[in-house]
């Protein structure tokens, strides 16, 4: 019987740990560690290391010769056996070696730019988790002096000290401000959710508050810097290499051949060489005109990122100038106003010199103020995030 009631007993803590909503762990990341932990994680950067171990491999093929061809040939009264050997000059086995290597070079760049691009979501989603939980405080903190303060509103109606139409004004305050709280509830569900979701991990809790990033300069970085731009210049390169690489179809390719006749009579062995020459060029210099093409295509597609990444960089700067702007006005003029508003409050409201109605509408003003601030401080700091993007 004891047995039967220890084990019951364990069940039951099986079932809670389980079956209900209370987690034992959690994971306490900063921003960095969240960074590092999508660069663990994430599957681009799996499917970016087996493409450039996929390069690495196919470079083993860049001197391989043709595979031999071996024939019989069998008549009436003899057998004909003989093997052919297909190859080209050593600088087209050369130049293959070049362009497989190039093609490394190529995906690698494409990982850095993954890296880039995962490093930047990832911030962005911790930037958010943390200004949803900072409104959520604030949002937290008003509902509780609210639902005080409408208790004490209630009272003072049932006595008569306010009218019908100044307690209804107060319910409506009560119940926008208790609306607002929910619905902070489930944004910082859904920024939570999204973060976790990016790092593919559950019960996350941030070690860092929700404050003011800083950025040096406004300056970019110098041309070709960025990692989408130096996987434009290796693409440039791998073009040219293809293309020195299609030239060489124009050039002649060579086989070596040995024949050995079985008859009645010993015959000794016939051996063979010969040069296969291109005749039909017309379609071998549409494919070497198309190469050329596709470095002038890739130069473009470089350019044309350039130019985007431009004014792009210019789209940021000048947000972060209205940022910048509209946080400075909340941080000189309208905080220090908020916080004069709460202290009058709270000595009227000890001194008995304010009614609840007005206490309300000097509170709800400080809160909005402070609900400002927190939103001008995300597109600041949201700002920043995109600017040290192109640093």
Same mark, same amino acid.
């Given at each position: 019987?004891?047995?039967?009631?220890?084990?019951?007993?364990?069940?039951?803590?099986?079932?809670?740990?389980?079956?209900?909503?209370?987690?034992?762990?959690?994971?306490?990341?900063?921003?960095?560690?969240?960074?590092?932990?999508?660069?663990?994680?994430?599957?681009?950067?799996?499917?970016?290391?087996?493409?450039?171990?996929?390069?690495?491999?196919?470079?083993?093929?860049?001197?391989?010769?043709?595979?031999?061809?071996?024939?019989?040939?069998?008549?009436?009264?003899?057998?004909?056996?003989?093997?052919?050997?297909?190859?080209?000059?050593?600088?087209?086995?050369?130049?293959?070696?070049?362009?497989?290597?190039?093609?490394?070079?190529?995906?690698?760049?494409?990982?850095?730019?993954?890296?880039?691009?995962?490093?930047?979501?990832?911030?962005?989603?911790?930037?958010?988790?943390?200004?949803?939980?900072?409104?959520?405080?604030?949002?937290?903190?008003?509902?509780?002096?609210?639902?005080?303060?409408?208790?004490?509103?209630?009272?003072?109606?049932?006595?008569?000290?306010?009218?019908?139409?100044?307690?209804?004004?107060?319910?409506?305050?009560?119940?926008?401000?208790?609306?607002?709280?929910?619905?902070?509830?489930?944004?910082?569900?859904?920024?939570?959710?999204?973060?976790?979701?990016?790092?593919?991990?559950?019960?996350?809790?941030?070690?860092?508050?929700?404050?003011?990033?800083?950025?040096?300069?406004?300056?970019?970085?110098?041309?070709?810097?960025?990692?989408?731009?130096?996987?434009?210049?290796?693409?440039?390169?791998?073009?040219?290499?293809?293309?020195?690489?299609?030239?060489?179809?124009?050039?002649?390719?060579?086989?070596?051949?040995?024949?050995?006749?079985?008859?009645?009579?010993?015959?000794?062995?016939?051996?063979?060489?010969?040069?296969?020459?291109?005749?039909?060029?017309?379609?071998?210099?549409?494919?070497?005109?198309?190469?050329?093409?596709?470095?002038?295509?890739?130069?473009?597609?470089?350019?044309?990122?350039?130019?985007?990444?431009?004014?792009?960089?210019?789209?940021?700067?000048?947000?972060?100038?209205?940022?910048?702007?509209?946080? $400075? @006005?909340? &941080?000189?003029?309208? %905080?220090?106003? +908020?916080?004069?508003?709460?202290? !009058?409050?709270?000595? /009227?409201? =000890? #001194?008995?010199?304010?009614? $609840? @109605?007005? &206490?309300?509408?000097? %509170?709800?003003? +400080?809160?909005?103020?402070?609900? !400002?601030?927190?939103? /001008?401080? =995300? #597109?600041?700091?949201?700002?920043?995030?995109?600017?040290?993007?192109?640093?």
């Amino acid at each position: 019987m004891k047995f039967y009631k220890n084990h019951k007993f364990f069940f039951l803590i099986l079932k809670i740990c389980f079956f209900t909503k209370i987690n034992f762990a959690q994971s306490l990341l900063s921003e960095q560690a969240a960074i590092d932990l999508a660069l663990q994680k994430h599957p681009q950067l799996a499917k970016n290391s087996l493409n450039i171990r996929q390069a690495e491999i196919l470079v083993q093929t860049a001197r391989a010769i043709p595979q031999p061809l071996v024939y019989a040939d069998v008549p009436n009264k003899w057998f004909n056996l003989g093997i052919e050997q297909n190859f080209a000059l050593p600088k087209t086995y050369k130049q293959n070696e070049i362009a497989l290597k190039q093609k490394i070079k190529v995906a690698k760049a494409e990982k850095e730019v993954a890296i880039y691009d995962i490093a930047l979501h990832t911030r962005l989603l911790y930037q958010h988790f943390l200004f949803y939980k900072t409104k959520n405080s604030y949002l937290k903190n008003q509902d509780s002096l609210f639902q005080e303060l409408h208790r004490i509103v209630s009272t003072q109606y049932k006595v008569g000290q306010i009218s019908g139409l100044e307690q209804l004004n107060l319910e409506s305050f009560h119940r926008t401000v208790h609306q607002a709280f929910r619905i902070s509830e489930l944004e910082v569900e859904n920024s939570r959710t999204a973060l976790e979701a990016f790092l593919m991990t559950s019960n996350i809790q941030t070690s860092d508050t929700f404050q003011k990033r800083i950025i040096t300069s406004l300056i970019t970085t110098p041309n070709r810097a960025l990692p989408i731009q130096m996987r434009n210049e290796q693409n440039i390169i791998l073009e040219k290499a293809l293309f020195e690489q299609q030239k060489m179809v124009k050039m002649p390719t060579f086989f070596a051949g040995l024949n050995q006749l079985f008859s009645a009579q010993f015959q000794f062995p016939v051996f063979r060489l010969g040069v296969y020459v291109p005749i039909w060029t017309k379609p071998l210099d549409a494919q070497i005109q198309s190469a050329e093409l596709s470095i002038q295509i890739a130069q473009k597609e470089a350019e044309l990122t350039d130019f985007e990444l431009k004014n792009l960089f210019q789209k940021y700067v000048n947000e972060f100038k209205i940022a910048d702007n509209q946080l $400075a @006005f909340y &941080e000189k003029e309208q %905080l220090p106003l +908020a916080a004069t508003i709460l202290q !009058g409050t709270q000595k /009227a409201r =000890k #001194a008995g010199e304010l009614e $609840a @109605f007005a &206490e309300i509408l000097s %509170l709800r003003q +400080a809160f909005e103020v402070q609900l !400002g601030y927190l939103n /001008a401080l =995300k #597109a600041y700091n949201e700002a920043i995030i995109y600017l040290n993007y192109f640093k």
